[in-house]
């Protein structure tokens, strides 16, 4: 063999290795923004093309991880918790049984998987954390943080989209004496765990911020808003934030200093502001909307958009006021995410909205309604390789919501 050819190898080892190949809740930056090109600014009537769609996932609320290798979620069939992998056409490759899942009220799987290359990483609604190989689901190692660590299940069962960053997993078992842990992703070792405030976990999926001395693990416990610190989660601050049944599931989101938090029930958000090393906040203003349950948000051009829950509008608020641009009576409520501008809406009634957000007021552009599925819309929408993935209960479907031309 040359050694012209010897380099060729190494250098697509080297590529390959390095290639990250990841699927995780609400896109790359778990900010509900996705950043295709060539996809459709109206959709036919009746929504746009079926591609495939994919029946016998059970019960849950999963949205779907998208990778090159597959599509990946989860569901719950007779009680019991599955992972459920697809190929990119819509055929089963494998399912595997984790273990038992949520049958006291709002049945079946919370989480959306996390994969990485080929590792799929979960955790269920009774705390139970695991690494599965995604070519066939064997599972390589496994933690009931309960047992482990002092968790606690909360109200609607555990529901947590878990974070990384490079060989560190977080979760946070909401233990008295542990409420916050980190894990050698390959492994399973541990490597720190925080006590915090010794609150609940409340269903918030946490977030890191990059600062110039340090990371912070951001995330909403039962009662207030939480920092540590990512490398040895030490504990650095909490900020009160009451929620009615302690429910705060919507992601935090972090730019340029300042952190914005919101939930439902009437509460709504505040927008808090970082000291430049992470170990102290401050208030910066209050609104009671927009107020989303669990259906996220998402901010681009200094604007927040979001839908309410006690408030059922779709609302405009200006990022640095926190004041309220605009609202529409309609489309609420729901969980959103955006591409391009523009904003992908699946609400509680079964409706997919394509809205155009102007200066002063929505553009409803397209919608159609979910044929397939049942229970409640609750799963988060999904762009990936100009595909729309819609999760209902037991159905996928993925729409192409590609120009014509490719």
């Known amino acids: 063999m040359t050694k012209s050819a010897i380099s060729i190898i190494i250098t697509l080892i080297s590529v390959t290795l390095n290639a990250q190949d990841v699927a995780q809740w609400r896109g790359a930056n778990r900010d509900g923004i996705y950043n295709e090109k060539g996809l459709l600014d109206k959709w036919p009537d009746g929504g746009p093309k079926m591609i495939w769609h994919y029946d016998g996932l059970g019960q849950g609320y999963a949205s779907a991880a998208v990778t090159s290798s597959g599509v990946y979620t989860s569901g719950m069939i007779d009680g019991k918790g599955y992972i459920f992998a697809l190929d990119l056409k819509g055929t089963l490759k494998w399912k595997k049984e984790f273990g038992p899942e949520w049958t006291e009220n709002h049945y079946g799987t919370r989480s959306t998987p996390l994969v990485i290359n080929d590792r799929l990483y979960f955790i269920s609604s009774f705390g139970k954390l695991f690494c599965m190989n995604t070519a066939n689901g064997q599972i390589l190692w496994s933690i009931d943080t309960f047992k482990e660590y002092g968790g606690r299940n909360t109200t609607w069962g555990m529901t947590e989209n878990l974070l990384y960053d490079g060989n560190i997993l977080y979760a946070t078992p909401g233990g008295r004496d542990v409420s916050v842990i980190a894990v050698d992703r390959q492994t399973g070792t541990l490597l720190w765990k925080s006590r915090g405030t010794g609150e609940l976990s409340s269903y918030c999926s946490p977030i890191l911020v990059q600062l110039p001395t340090r990371k912070v693990l951001i995330t909403m ?151 397939m599925g049942s229970g409640t819309h609750w799963a988060h929408l999904v762009i990936n390789n100009r595909r729309l993935y819609v999760r209902h209960g037991e159905s996928l479907m993925v729409y192409d919501i590609a120009t014509a031309a490719k």
């Open 221 to 371: 416990m039962q009662k207030s808003i939480q920092g540590y610190d990512a490398a040895t989660g030490k504990f650095l601050w909490s900020f009160r934030h009451i929620t009615e049944y302690d429910i705060n599931p919507n992601t935090p989101y972090y730019k340029d200093g300042f952190l914005y938090c919101t939930s439902g029930y009437g509460t709504g958000g505040v927008m808090i502001k970082l000291s430049p090393d992470g170990s102290s906040v401050s208030e910066v203003w209050k609104n009671n909307v927009p107020d989303p349950k669990f259906g996220g948000f998402v901010v681009f051009n200094g604007r927040i958009y979001a839908t309410g829950d006690f408030n059922r509008r779709l609302f405009c608020l200006d990022w640095k006021t926190g004041k309220e641009l605009y609202s529409l009576r309609q489309l609420a409520p729901g969980n959103v995410i955006a591409n391009d501008g523009l904003l992908y809406i699946y609400s509680e009634n079964g409706t997919v909205s394509l809205v155009k957000p102007a200066v002063a007021s929505f553009e409803i552009l397209s919608s159609f309604k979910v044929p």
